[in-house]
């Protein structure tokens, strides 16, 4: 079964630097592309970034030229390096399969305030 553990969240000023990343287990990592989503209260998951098996990105346009999506497939783990985060960055944080699963790890909290 996939398992995702979602790591790296936390309190930043705005302008500040985080380095989210998703371990999973259970699948042929480097088979499967990936997707950093992110969820507000109230709002339904969006994508952030995309990560395709054969390394090939994807960003959300509030996102492009801040953030980088990378992956270590030796250690079944995809990254997110977020800069100048925002206040509107603020989110929970969470990875999956292309094509997504029906199950979801517990997510990570990104919180962007002063």
């Known amino acids: 079964q996939v398992q995702f553990v979602e790591s790296g969240g936390g309190l930043v000023q705005p302008g500040g630097s985080l380095r989210l990343s998703c371990a999973a287990s259970?699948?042929?990592?480097?088979?499967?592309?990936m997707t950093w989503y992110r969820q507000t209260p109230g709002k339904q998951r969006e994508v952030v970034a995309r990560i395709g098996s054969n390394g090939s990105t994807m960003y959300v346009d509030s996102v492009k030229g801040r953030f980088t999506i990378s992956r270590d497939n030796a250690v079944n783990t995809v990254h997110l390096e977020m800069n100048s985060l925002k206040p509107e960055d603020t989110a929970v944080y969470y990875c999956?399969?292309?094509?997504?699963?029906?199950?979801w790890g517990q997510g990570t909290q990104v919180t962007v305030s002063s």
């Open positions: 999956n399969t292309i094509p997504i699963r029906s199950s």
């Open positions: 259970g699948i042929m990592f480097r088979m499967y592309g």
